[in-house]
C-alpha cells in the first residue's frame, strides 16, 4: 500500500524560503505515468495545486505561484521536496503531497502538514 509522509517545519518567518519532504513507501516515484504533487489549502485560497514532478524527474508548477516554488526529488531516498521562496503569511497553509496518474487526479495523500509563516 502507498502511503505518503510530509515533513519539515511548521514555522517559518516572511522572506525566509520553505522546505517540505514528502516521502514515500509501498511504491517507487519512479513508478510509470505517475505524478507526484504539492497542494496546500488555505482559508484565502482553498485547495490549491502548487506543482509536481513526474516519474521522469520533469516538473509542473501552477504559474500564480511567480516562480517561488520548485520540487526537486532523491529517488534513492524515494522522496520529494517543495521549496518555497520569499514567504508571506498569505503562505500560511496545510501542506498536502500526493500522487497518481496526472489526468486521472490524486489517489495517493498525506496527512498534511501545517504551515504557518509568523514573525
Known amino acids: 500500500q502507498v502511503r505518503l509522509q510530509e515533513s519539515g517545519p511548521g514555522l517559518v518567518k516572511p522572506s525566509q524560503t520553505l522546505s517540505l519532504t514528502c516521502t514515500v513507501s509501498?511504491?517507487?516515484?519512479?513508478?510509470?505515468?505517475?505524478?507526484w504533487s504539492w497542494i496546500r489549502q488555505s482559508p484565502g485560497k482553498g485547495l490549491e495545486w502548487m506543482g509536481a514532478?513526474?516519474?521522469?524527474?520533469?516538473?509542473f508548477y501552477n504559474p500564480t505561484l511567480k516562480s517561488r516554488a520548485s520540487i526537486s526529488r532523491d529517488t534513492a531516498k524515494n522522496q520529494f521536496t517543495l521549496q518555497q521562496s520569499s514567504l508571506t503569511p498569505e503562505d500560511t497553509a496545510v501542506y498536502y503531497c500526493?500522487?497518481?496518474?496526472?489526468?486521472?487526479?490524486?489517489?495517493?495523500w498525506g496527512q498534511g502538514t501545517q504551515v504557518t509563516v509568523s514573525s
Open positions: 500526493a500522487g497518481g496518474i496526472w489526468h486521472e487526479g490524486m489517489e495517493f
Open positions: 514532478i513526474a516519474f521522469s524527474g520533469s516538473t
Open positions: 509501498g511504491g517507487s516515484i519512479t513508478t510509470n505515468l505517475y505524478y
